[in-house]
């Protein structure tokens, strides 16, 4: 089966920084994903680990351990258009299975 | 081709009635899964295409559901006789075969059964 766990809300201030943790337990793994998904829209891509270490795209950063079954996503210089769902998924061969997500409310 | 597109975006039907949804991949994409969204939770996997071959159910796929991609282009899911409990947001998204780390999700159809 596929278990993949991550905080229901987060809160953080303009500017400031998040990190979103993941971990997982499933029966495959072909890499990690992270996706923003805006409310009522679809998700979109942001970053993907199959190796060790950490991934850097402009102000999101992906992490993974594949030994721990742990990944996070920071993101930094936070802007209110960054408030969303930001959803953990695990590949397997084709199929991506997803955490709930993480509310990440950014205010002022 | 701007991306994965789907119709209609909204739907809402009555119980017990039949209802379709369209997918439209982005054009050179070989491979076209569909997902069901519920309220707070992560997408589902429901099935899978490479070209017109379906290649994967899910569990979650009842015998009321049925998946097509006749010519290996566009895709279609029907729900026969919808129950209450198939409200949701049903995703498509596509990928070619030689780079499926990245699936494009399409917009959505968001089904309320009444």
């Known amino acids: 089966g596929q278990n993949i766990d991550q905080p229901t809300e987060m809160t953080a201030t303009e500017g400031a920084i998040v990190q979103i943790n993941c971990t997982y337990q499933?029966?495959?793994?072909?890499?990690l994903f992270w996706y923003q998904q805006h409310a009522g829209e679809a998700p979109t891509f942001l970053s993907y680990n199959v190796l060790d270490g950490l991934e850097e795209k402009g102000r999101f950063s992906s992490f993974l351990s594949r030994s721990k079954g742990y990944s996070y996503l920071l993101l930094k210089e936070l802007q209110m258009k960054d408030s969303a769902s930001y959803l953990c998924a695990v590949l397997n061969d084709y199929k991506l299975s997803f955490g709930a997500g993480t509310t990440v409310t950014v205010r002022a | 081709d701007t991306g994965v597109s789907q119709d209609p975006r909204h739907k809402i039907t009555k119980r017990g009635q039949n209802v379709t949804f369209r997918c439209d991949p982005i054009?050179?994409?070989?491979?076209l899964y569909w997902y069901r969204q519920t309220l707070g939770q992560g997408p589902e996997f429901l099935t899978y295409f490479q070209n017109e071959a379906q290649l994967e159910k899910s569990r979650l796929l009842s015998d009321r559901f049925s998946a097509e991609r006749p010519k290996g282009s566009f895709s279609t899911l029907e729900i026969q006789r919808t129950e209450q409990g198939d409200s949701a947001m049903y995703l498509c998204a596509s990928s070619l075969a030689d780079n499926t780390y990245e699936q494009y999700f399409g917009p959505g159809t968001r089904l309320t059964v009444t």
């Open positions: 499933t029966s495959g793994f072909n890499g």
């Open positions: 054009s050179e994409h070989n491979r």
